[in-house]
Every structure is written in C-alpha cells, then in structure tokens.
C-alpha cells in the first residue's frame, strides 16, 4: 500500500522557551516508516516541522514552526491509502486534532494515530481517544507502533475486525479497545529509523536540539520504557514499568551506519531510562573503543543516577559521552516519597564530582510545584543545588509540574486548564504558577551566583560557547535560540 506518515508542527509557549520549542526528531514515526517500508508498503514521510522549520505562525499563546495545515494537506499524495498521524507532543493536541478534522473532511482513507512512548512530554492517546474519534481517526495505536500498524494495515487490506492488541478503533460505528498484552522484546529486529525520508539538514541548520548541540547529529534509542513508577510521568501508564534494551552490537551497528551513510559522528539518546543495566552501558563502552569509533554521545533525556558510578562513568568518557543529565527531581525526601522516587543524595553528589573531574558535562534536572510539596521542601530543592554547583554541575532545569493525563499525579493534583495543549512546563493556568514561577528564576539566579563564586571559569565558558555556538549544555543552546529569533522579531516581543 501507498501510506503517508505525518510528522506534526513544533510548538513553543510563549514565556517558555526552555520547556517547549524544543525540535525533537520524531523517532516513533521514523522506525515505524522502516517497519512498514521493510514489509513491502510505500512511504510517503510528510514532516509538517522539518520541511520548513524557520516559518512561524503566530497565535495568542503559541509559535508554530513549520508547514501550515493547508500546506500539509496539500502534500498528500492522491495516491495514498492509508494515513498515519503522530501525535506527538501534548502541546501539539490542539494543532493535532484541528489537522486530522480538515484531512477528514477531504479525505476518505483509513486515518492511524500514533501515540509518543519515547518522551514525557508525549501523552497517552487512550486518555484522550474521543477526541481523536470525533475529529476522524480510524485505529489509535498504543505502545510500540511498528507491528501494529502492519497489523492493522493487513486488516484495511481484507476489510478484516482488527485482532491485534494495544490498539483502539472504530469498527461498525462502535469502539472497540484492545488493551496491550505483551511488549516486544527483541528489539535487535526492528530496522534502523528511516531517517532517508526525512529532512535531516533542516533539522541541522537551526543549530539547536533537545541535547547541546555541536555539528550534525542523530538521536539513538537504545532501550524503550522505564522501570520505576514516577508518579509525575506518563511512561507507567502507557508501558506498564518495562524496559526493554537493545543489544551493544545491534546499537553500534546502526551508529556505524549513521557515519557511513550521513557522515554524522554526534548522537544524542533520547532513552527514557538508557543505563539501568550498569554492565551492558559498560559492554557500549568497550564496543565503541574496540571498533575506533571516535564519536561524540550525550545522554538527552536524562536517567538514573544510581546505575551508574565512577567505573561506569570512566569508561563512557573513553567511549566519547560528553554529556550526562541526571533527575534528582527534588531535594526534599517528603516529595521524594510522595513522588514514589528514590534517589540517593550522595550518590548524587559523588557522580557530580566524577564528571566534573573528567570532563563530562552534567545537568540535573528538578521538578517543582508537586502536590503537597511545601515551601520548606524548596528551600531543602534549593540546598541541594548549591550542593550539587560545589560538587561542580554544569547546569540545571526547573520544570513546573504539569498533569499530564496518563501520570498517576493527575488524578489528585489541582486542575484548571482549558485544553491539554496547555500542559507544559510553564503551566500560566495554575493558582501557583506565579509563585513556582518566581522561584525557579530565582533559583537559576542563585545558581550562576553560586557557580561564579565555586566555578567561576565555567561561567566565562558559557559565554564564550554561546558566541561561538559551540554549545556544552542546554541552557546555552536555548538562549542562543531566544536570541536568535528575537533578532528575527518573532519571539523576542514577549521576553
């Protein structure tokens, strides 16, 4: 079959520039082009973002980058079959649903919706499902796509009742749920993401990515889900505290294709999870230098800091990691609890210094404004990142809670948003906002003032990088991006 795969629009909140914008490669959608392409479909990638992300189309709350919907539409091929959509990014729920009502309304071809399993910004479809219904979708897919959707198209081809689990659809004017049974687990045979389809120089050219960017790069998955039952986050929910991790040959592999076919030596891992097993980041490790790879990899997305130690840490630096993010998530061990997380403090501070020792770049990421979170649990959030600046952590996030449908969170915390594409980061609609909102650019505050007075070199480095855009952490590259189109007039008018 011709089957048309559609990336959606990035989208920035206004005022929040280091929680949304961010241009995510849409890697679900792509390992589910190569699925579908090896068993013998026809792919059309249509990337709403990609294909021209330096246009911006003002709203009163946000900026989209990208194609506009007229513009998407009129790209589909008349000679496809079938369409799948990604849903993508919760930010994008609005735009998402407002793309499939006008391809609906000009098209009548079975309509796939794909939800993101692979980022916590992503959102859980089965949450959501009779929206995607009223506006036209025809099967929503849960959970790892790729057999799925070749499932489903079989059942399109034989006009078959869809068998398959992990999915819900319309059938007969009914809606039919099939819950996820199992997980795939050999992951060694899924293809490579068919990054061929897509616009890979538009994505470079904007010179900023979810991990510091410094030339040409391509994001990896080693692993898919996450063991641990964070109650802020969708991933439980949605994978059911799984995790399933690709072999070290079968990574190294597809890195090896990567140079040959896009000269590209920079990786960023966007795992959710990616060293909760210890010995197979260290079998990476010896992988990588025993094939002379000189490459340069950065862990995006963040990940345990508990597995991994010293000895694990030495060897990725030889391996070429560069950048290590970290989610400790709270200073306070009420929150923590009431997060069901743990996370060792110490430990927290020993791998800070072991990084800063040998060179890798740290990050450690925060989440404020939890339910029952009180103001002596900042000031501990607050202590522990003075902590962790002596211990020499090179940057910090602050992420304003937001309940996400799908999180265990949302079902006890205080809502009051309109539409979900409003749950980010820099959640305006909470009754606290103002206050979380004052803490966390005080806190970035103090950070700089605590690593002028411990680090004061890195400070001087920061500025350096952001001219040369020769970017070691995250904050760097989103302030050269503000800059950047604040000089361009498009965002700028709301700093």
């Not at 990337?47 to 998407?72: C, H, S, V, W, Y």
């Not at 990896?220 to 039952?229: A, Q």
């Not at 979170?373 to 952590?393: C, N, Q, S, W």
Request: one cysteine or more; glycine letters at 6%; a positive charge.
């Amino acid at each position: 079959m011709k089957l048309t795969l559609i990336n959606p629009n990035i989208i920035t909140q206004k005022g929040d520039f280091f929680g949304s914008g961010i241009p995510f490669f849409p890697i679900t959608l792509a390992y589910t082009a190569s699925y579908l392409r090896e068993k013998g479909h026809v792919i059309q990638v249509i990337d709403a973002f990609g294909e021209n992300p330096k246009k911006i189309t003002e709203t009163k709350e946000q900026f989209i980058q990208g194609l506009n919907t007229e513009e998407i539409i009129c790209k589909i091929a008349p000679d496809t079959q079938a369409i799948i959509m990604y849903a993508s990014l919760v930010i994008t729920h609005n735009a998402n649903i407002q793309l499939l009502t006008k391809i609906r309304k000009q098209y009548n071809l079975p309509i796939i919706v794909l939800e993101n399993i692979h980022s916590v910004v992503g959102y859980s479809l089965m949450k959501v499902q009779e929206e995607f219904f009223n506006a036209g979708a025809n099967f929503l897919v849960l959970g790892d796509p790729e057999q799925k959707c070749v499932e489903i198209i079989n059942t399109i081809q034989t006009k078959q009742t869809p068998q398959t689990d992990g999915i819900i659809f319309k059938w007969d004017n009914q809606i039919i749920s099939k819950p996820i049974k199992n997980y795939p687990r050999d992951l060694d045979n899924i293809p490579f993401p068919a990054w061929d389809l897509f616009p890979l120089n538009h994505y470079w050219d904007l010179a900023y990515s979810h991990a510091p960017m410094n030339k040409n790069y391509l994001p990896l998955l080693t692993s898919r889900g996450c063991p641990l039952g964070c109650e802020f986050c969708i991933t439980p929910f949605m994978l059911g505290r799984t995790w399933r991790a690709r072999s070290p040959n079968n990574v190294l592999d597809e890195i090896e294709y990567y140079i040959q076919k896009f000269s590209v030596t920079e990786f960023h891992i966007e795992d959710l999870n990616p060293t909760v097993n210890k010995e197979r980041i260290t079998e990476l490790c010896q992988e990588i230098i025993k094939r002379k790879l000189n490459i340069n990899i950065k862990i995006a997305a963040g990940t345990k800091a508990e597995t991994i130690d010293e000895h694990t840490l030495t060897w990725m630096k030889n391996a070429g990691f560069s950048y290590v993010s970290i989610s400790p998530e709270t200073g306070s061990e009420a929150v923590l609890k009431k997060m069901n997380k743990k996370f060792d403090y110490q430990h927290g501070i020993n791998i800070v210094k072991h990084m800063h020792n040998i060179g890798i770049t740290s990050q450690a990421c925060f989440v404020i404004g939890f339910p029952g979170e009180t103001k002596y649990d900042l000031k501990l959030t607050r202590k522990y990142i003075k902590e962790l600046v002596k211990a020499g952590i090179d940057e910090i996030a602050l992420f304003i809670m937001t309940p996400i449908p799908g999180s265990k969170a949302s079902e006890y915390s205080p809502l009051g948003y309109k539409n979900l594409s409003q749950l980010t980061f820099s959640p305006k609609w909470r009754n606290t906002y103002k206050e979380l909102s004052h803490y966390r650019t005080h806190s970035y505050a103090l950070f700089l003032f605590w690593k002028l007075r411990y680090h004061p070199k890195k400070i001087f480095q920061h500025a350096k990088n952001i001219i040369t855009k020769d970017f070691n952490t995250k904050i760097e590259m989103a302030l050269w991006r503000v800059v950047k189109m604040h000089i361009k007039g498009k965002i700028g008018k709301t700093l």
